[in-house]
């Protein structure tokens, strides 16, 4: 099968990614093999191609939102049949008996295994995954605009969460990629006032279209103090304006897993008044469960920009620069 791997970390315009012919992979016991139909483009994905996160194994295929139809099954699973429509997300495997995974935490595992990181993801024609780590996938959602749910959609839906964002509050969310797109409309239906900073403009125009109360640069104070704020963008610097942002009691949570330095922080004018500053790990399969249901019931738009797979180089270079208003997705 033809595949994109990760041959030489770097620069994204020095061509970190190759495409190569592989065996097409056979599951394992209590594994499943899905024919990949949609693959989304997630910014850890850049992040690994540039080497801003080791690479744990040579040559891995990124891609950990992955759409496709199961063709082969492993021995002993039970729990799909060939012709089942799944979502691969980025939570490949759990150990299931560390401090973590038996207190419902498995996102904080000792030994986890990520898709696209530790086994090979979607920018290929196959994939194989643990049947008990794919989703069953909302039916009111096409291939296409169902993958990005599968990390930018949890991870923000998880990152929502970890911000403590009150009824009706007032959210300010930095940076609005693929992940904060979904999550500002979740977060609108239920109910908050929602602040965009950005440094697109194409950005700010889809943040107002979607129902956000403002839209401004990224680093520009909103128009009133947060209740909760999300920084999506991978940049550290945004950190101190966005806690200064924050109302008493406040939390930042950082959705990414990568961010640049965080500059010195002023106690006085970044965390006293009892701000928090919450990172956020991975997601429970149970925050992916929870998330489809919910973008389902309300509906969600879901802004894709696709590329045909052989142009995954291009679209990560795209992501990069900024090029992508909404999630970009890779089609086999
Ligand atoms: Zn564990
Ligand atoms: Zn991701």
Known sequence: MQ??????????????????????????????????????????????????????????????????????????????RQGDRIGVPWLARTCGTCRFCVSGRENLCTDPRFTGWD????????AVVDEGYAYTLPEGFGDEEVAPLLCAGIIGFRALRRANLPDGGRLGIYGFGGSAHITAQVALARGARVHVMTRSKQAQELALQLGAATAGDADAAPPEPLDAAILFAPVGTLVLPALAALDRGGTLAVAGIHLSDIPPLNYQAHLFQERTLQSVTANTRRDGEEFLAEAER???????????????????????HDRINGAGVLIA
């Open 298 to 320: 309300i509906s969600l738009h879901v802004s894709t920009v696709p590329y045909p797979m052989d142009r995954a180089a291009d679209a990560l270079r795209d992501l990069a």
């Open 3 to 80: 595949a994109w791997a990760v041959e030489r970390p770097g620069p994204v315009d020095g061509g970190p990614l190759v495409r190569l012919d592989k065996p097409v992979p056979e599951p394992g016991p209590g594994q499943v093999r899905l024919r990949v139909s949609v693959c989304g483009v997630c910014r850890t994905d850049l992040h690994l191609a540039e080497g801003d996160l080791a690479p744990r194994r040579p040559r891995v295929v990124p891609g950990h939102e992955i759409v496709g139809v199961v063709d082969r099954l492993g021995e002993g699973c039970t729990r799909w």
């Open 119 to 126: 086994v090979d993801g979607g920018y290929a024609e196959y």
